[in-house]
């Protein structure tokens, strides 16, 4: 078509029809930039299919993620809970002065050892923010979920790390003098197996002397501490296990079932 307008305006040219040829050149231009929007507009659609594409395999793999992750979350929740309990158990034991045998002060904190930890892992969601495919997610709620993702874990590692520098500096250093602290690991690893199998170990023979702590401000002190952030622990785990819930409503929602 092109070539059909070219070929007249040079005939025009020879003719010396001036007005004609300027017509002609306009329709030429016209049609050029036509062609070239009807290009950008197929290139537009033909993007946009891909990036759906794309947002669809995201967010699939995101959705997986974050099932995965609850399943984890639920189990630190739980966590979370059953030590709160053992500490508010052995803050009233002690607020009341209740005389406990050894052996039963030596199960309740041999039962809190440990700080139970949220580590998920979010391979998709990492991947949104660090390659720009946020861009493509078009549900501006779920975006903002990712966006502010970091934020929530950040706020959780705070009390986390303050959780086990009680641990590594004031817990296990005071329970390893007067606990069987052995007795805490009910199963390990066997060794040079595949599967993973636990086997129990053996009960240590050193008796324990809980009693000659656990009456004192120093104990009583350590454990306020821990339900502090006991407390504060447990409700970012409920607020991160809101937003996991949240977003894999939101996902379900954008993607239709095949």
Do not use: C
């Amino acid at each position: 078509m092109i070539k059909f307008f070219r070929h007249i305006r040079l005939r025009l040219m020879e003719t010396g029809k001036t007005g004609k040829y300027f017509k002609y050149a306009i329709g030429e231009i016209i049609l050029v930039v036509i062609g070239i929007l009807i290009a950008l507009q197929i290139n537009n659609w033909n993007q946009n299919r891909l990036d759906r594409h794309i947002e669809r395999d995201t967010l699939i793999n995101l959705r997986l993620d974050l099932h995965s992750a609850m399943a984890q979350l639920d189990n630190k929740i739980m966590q979370n809970n059953l030590y709160r309990f053992y500490d508010s158990t052995a803050m009233e034991l002690i607020h009341s002065k209740t005389e406990v045998p050894n052996d039963s002060i030596t199960k309740l904190l041999l039962a809190h050892i440990f700080t139970p930890t949220f580590d998920p892992e979010l391979g998709t969601l990492n991947e949104i923010l660090n390659t720009g495919k946020m861009e493509i997610i078009q549900n501006k709620s779920l975006r903002k979920h990712i966006s502010s993702w970091n934020r929530y874990m950040d706020e959780l590692s705070e009390v986390d790390n303050r959780l086990i520098y009680l641990d590594d500096n004031f817990k296990t250093p005071l329970y390893m003098k007067i606990l069987p602290y052995r007795n805490s690991f009910n199963y390990v690893i066997k060794p040079n197996s595949a599967s993973l199998l636990a086997e129990p170990l053996p009960s240590s023979n050193f008796q324990s002397l809980p009693n000659e702590f656990f009456y004192t401000m120093e104990f009583e002190s350590m454990l306020a501490n821990y339900l502090i952030y006991g407390i504060v622990q447990g409700e970012r785990l409920d607020d991160i296990k809101t937003k996991i819930i949240d977003m894999i409503a939101l996902i379900d929602k954008m993607i239709k079932p095949d």
